[in-house]
């Protein structure tokens, strides 16, 4: 009985060029003179470098280990000499350096010691560790990391697992190319997913313009004896987008802000499935993975590519014609212009697509939009590409937002179709990084807000605590003085003032003290004094205790050296 098919919305049919590159059967690249291996080649956190310069590594050793759960680590592709650990051009159209390990490879591809599971008796969390730690991430393109996918969310199983054959976008035949040589990996792989997933059926989606690795696929599964469908979906990119190929396959349409695992359904690519396989089965980490190579080249063609391999080096493979101007990599609909030759092939690598201006002539020089609503009509997130052009355009990221930017997944289908020529999805690119970049001005902002508030209620929080302690040392002196005599007059006001204000109490404490320490005093040089010396100073202390420590207004005494005024003319 066959599979009831639904038909998402939107969608084009530009020219496939797939037969060239699949005409001759995968072959392994040869090593190359140096591989760069940056370590940020996921969404997530950067992995930590492992390695320094003049460190020796083998095949599959560690060389970065995952920042966090949402990272993935990253492998040395061979055996070599780590030359150095230092920033490097990446495969990215900003031209930007990212930190990465240099490897001089020995020639010997010596591997690492292996370990290797058994995904039936293992706990799920333990594989899934094991997964994060073999650098398995999503291999269409996404690059997620696998690990975070494989969990059956709060239900604990998954109704559908689809597996992603699809590969609607033109050029890119690495998926079918592995389909057809490597389907009973792939379904081997797919059966831990399942296990991993507890998923109810599994639906296996491939183009009908792939006829050899649909069957490829069928023959597999019955010879592993797995309860797999295997489904041959219409050619209509981009079926290949996870939300497509789901609601053609199930029907399901995930609306906006919502997730396919909320309804059931979880998705991987076959190279993921394969990715799997090798990690659990062989123990083979993420070290290569297959790339075709086509467009302005003699010999288009699959390779299996160790990451970190320039790309240069695979392209010569193929024979680089002499007008080529700039690499892609990816599609022509979604790929992204390479700031140079040389850059590292790395795990989104799915093809590099070789240009010229002769096979890719610059586009035609924008014109005004004439709001014919043909981007409407094939834009297969049912969104409003003219309204969101229109909102990018002004810098009104707001309304853009609200007409739902973020669910554009820059397929290209409202650019291939505008009959004004307008580079539609550059705009919205524009329109995504503006609101990253103030989503993360604002973070920021709120950061420092709430490290001064947090100072302010510290210092506030301090002085109270001062307070407390002024406090509590007041009530000590005004009990201490409660339990004793008054030193002298002077003192006994004080004190009873104390029971007022701590600060009195304070000051009284410290009349008292001075005044008990100055009772205590000895004189100092007062030995040996004659009689007379001796009266002159006992008078001087009477007078002082009966004026209150006033100075003397009478004449000074005789022998002290004092006179009074000469009264005569």
Known sequence: MMRSLFRFHGGVKPATNKAASTSEPIVKAPLPPR??????????????????AGQRVLKGELIGAADGNVSSAVHAPTSGLVTAVEPALMAHPSGLTMLSVIIEPDGEDRWAELDRL???????????????????????????????????????????LVLNGAE???????????????????????????????????????????????AAMQTAVRAEGESMEVVAIPTRYPAG??????????????????????????????????????????????????????????????????????????????????????YLMGGPMMGMRMPGFDVPVVKATNCILVASDALFPPPPP???????????????????????????????????????????????????VCPSHIPLVDYYRFSKSEIWARERDKSASDQARERFEFRNFRQERE??????????????TRAKLATEPAVDGAAATPAADAAEDPKKALIAAALARAQAQRAAAQPKNTDNLSAETQAEIEQIEARRR???????????????GASAPDTQP
């Not at 002085?463 to 000590?476: D, S």
């Open 366 to 416: 924008e014109q005004a939009c004439i709001r014919c609503g043909e981007c409407a009509r094939a834009c297969p997130a049912d969104l409003q590409p003219f309204e969101l052009y229109w909102f990018s355009r002004a810098k009104n990221f707001g309304k853009a937002q609200e007409y739902n930017l973020f669910d554009c997944i820059e397929c290209g289908c409202c650019a291939y």
């Open 118 to 160: 058994n995904y039936k008796s293992t706990p799920p969390d333990e594989l899934r560790d094991f997964v994060r730690d073999a650098g398995i991430v999503g291999l269409g393109g996404a690059v997620f990391p696998t690990h975070l996918k494989m969990n059956p969310g709060r239900e604990g199983r998954t109704r559908t």
């Open 463 to 476: 002085k109270e605590e001062k307070a407390a302690k002024l406090a509590a040392k007041a009530a000590e």
């Open 168 to 214: 609607c976008e033109p050029f890119i035949t690495c998926d079918d190319m592995l389909m057809r040589e490597r389907a009973a990996g792939i379904v081997k792989g797919t059966a831990i997913l399942r296990h991993l997933l507890q998923a109810d059926e599994v639906l296996i989606g491939i183009e009908d313009n792939k006829p050899e690795a649909v």
């Open 546 to 560: 009966t004026t209150g420590n006033a100075p003397a207004s009478g004449p000074a005494p005789a022998g002290t």
């Open 35 to 52: 591989l760069v291996v940056p370590l940020h080649q996921s969404i997530g956190g950067t992995p930590h470098p492992l390695v320094r």
């Open 241 to 326: 987008g996870a939300k497509q190929l789901i609601r053609v396959l199930t029907g399901i349409e995930v609306p906006h802000g919502r997730r396919s695992t909320d309804f059931g359904v979880q998705c991987f690519n076959v190279g993921t499935a394969y990715a799997v396989f090798e990690a659990l089965t062989c123990g083979h980490p993420l070290i290569s993975r297959i790339v075709t190579v086509a467009g302005n080249v003699d010999r288009p063609r699959n390779y299996e590519v160790l990451i970190g391999t320039p790309m240069s080096d695979v392209v010569r493979l193929s024979g680089q014609r002499t007008d080529t101007t700039r």
